[in-house]
């Protein structure tokens, strides 16, 4: 388990001790001890709320090592998303009969000494964190061999340098070229290595391996894509080749997961559809009392291995071209202040409410919650021309949500489907249940903020 896991594992534990704790600690400040019956009284409506509060630091981002720092304003989100759970606690506490509990001082006094001890806890983390040694990262290549790569190296270095990443500090310390006495310059300087990430031009090179193999009980060597994916959350398209898909696009061991996903992907949908065939009305009222138009708007996406569906919308744009569509001459994206969007279309937008209808997608098999972004075949055709594996995006389900849609702004360009293919390639390796719920969860956080377009 890497630092970054280790340290998500401690604070969620960490969490968990403290609201046991501090429920221990109320009980025996306002009854002198905390007996067996009052324990049990308290524990399963307490133990619920407890879940909430760490599902709401989870979707605040609380738990993502990349942003935690002893900051004014991790504090501020730290202390409003305990506002927002507690908020919720207390409505709990106050509509559910069943929990008769009382006083319901016992709430109160608990959320502050939770909140107290849950701040310092985090501070401490975070303190430890930025005090931890930087991790020294040596590149290695041949730059006469390969230019290119000391500048995609130094590229790299640029975004690595900025900031934590992944939970770690790296720290570039050198590049390096290949020669006689490479393993003593990595394991005898001043700056030793924790990390060499290593080109290709290594498998070339007899001589350097058995110098570098001397050196694996101390220094951690990488490949240079996969020390791009440790610290980026996605794949570097322009530094792999086919073989990086031979080697980590293995679609058997998906099978169990594939078809897991489906049946949550098929209950959820219903679930959802209830709430939703009572907003239709509404939001069909409102979008055509706007303007001209129907109510819903139908778009060819590409979809799974390449099939053509159609996706279902609410419309919020005006209309301007055949079939309800805002285009009058051929697709094209969406701009970040697109005129073309109504008003009560930007609210549906930022509310994602106009994909509502897309849940008939997912019960079609069409979609899934999570997945790459289906995107439309006009814009695919050019992509695939333009940007390599491009239709290697296409192995998967697409989805409401992404991998790539919660790390990367939309894309209204070639640069950016690019880097958003980035992302995607990332997921179709990784994809697993807690990667899932990582994105939906991370996706209810931008619904909160309403960040979408």
Request: proline share 4%; charged share 20%.
């Amino acid at each position: 388990m890497n630092a970054r896991r280790w340290t998500k594992t401690l604070l969620f534990l960490g969490d968990i001790l403290l609201l046991y704790g501090t429920l221990w600690l109320t009980l025996t400040i306002r009854y002198g001890s905390a007996e067996r019956g009052l324990w049990k009284l308290h524990l399963i409506p307490f133990s619920i709320i407890f879940a909430i509060l760490l599902l709401t630091f989870f979707i605040a981002g609380l738990y993502d090592v990349r942003v935690i720092a002893p900051e004014r304003r991790h504090a501020t989100l730290f202390f409003l998303t305990l506002l927002v759970g507690g908020g919720v606690a207390v409505l709990l506490f106050y509509l559910v009969p069943a929990w008769r509990i009382t006083p319901r001082l016992n709430l109160f006094t608990h959320l502050a000494l939770a909140s107290l001890f849950l701040f310092l806890w985090h501070w401490l983390i975070s303190w430890l964190l930025m005090r931890r040694a930087k991790i020294n990262v040596w590149f290695l290549a041949n730059p006469r061999a390969n230019p290119d790569r000391e500048q995609s190296a130094k590229q790299r270095d640029v975004e690595i340098g900025v900031g934590v990443k992944g939970g770690e500090h790296h720290e570039l310390v050198a590049f390096l070229a290949s020669h006689p006495q490479l393993g003593y310059q990595i394991a005898e300087t001043s700056q030793k290595a924790d990390i060499v990430v290593t080109s290709s031009d290594l498998y070339q090179n007899e001589a350097a391996q058995k110098e570098l193999f001397l050196l694996v009980p101390r220094v951690r060597f990488m490949s240079f894509s996969a020390f791009y994916e440790r610290v980026t959350g996605k794949v570097p398209v322009s530094l792999i080749s086919e073989i990086w898909f031979l080697e980590n696009i293995a679609e058997t061991e998906k099978e169990f997961f594939e078809i897991i996903k489906r049946i949550f992907d098929v209950v959820l949908a219903i679930f959802i559809s209830i709430p939703g065939i009572f907003l239709f009305p509404l939001l069909s009222l409102l979008i055509k009392g706007e303007t001209r138009g129907p109510v819903f708007i139908k778009q060819n996406r590409v979809g799974k291995n390449g099939r053509l569906f159609t996706l279902l919308k609410l419309r919020s744009m005006i209309v301007a071209g055949p079939h309800g569509l805002a285009e009058e001459n051929g697709a094209q994206w969406a701009s970040a202040h697109d005129k073309r969007i109504t008003r009560v279309g930007r609210i549906l937008r930022k509310t994602r409410l106009d994909e509502l209808p897309q849940l008939w997608n997912i019960l079609k098999g069409e979609m899934s919650f999570v997945g790459p972004r289906p995107e439309r075949p006009e814009f695919v055709a050019t992509l695939k021309k333009r940007i390599p594996f491009y239709e290697i995006r296409h192995m998967a389900r697409p989805g409401l949500s992404g991998w790539a849609q919660i790390n990367f702004p939309y894309g209204a360009s070639v640069e950016d489907a690019l880097e958003k293919l980035r992302y995607d390639l990332y997921y179709l390796k990784h994809r697993s249940f807690l990667l899932d719920l990582t994105i939906a969860l991370k996706t209810l956080k931008v619904l909160v903020l309403q960040a979408g377009r």
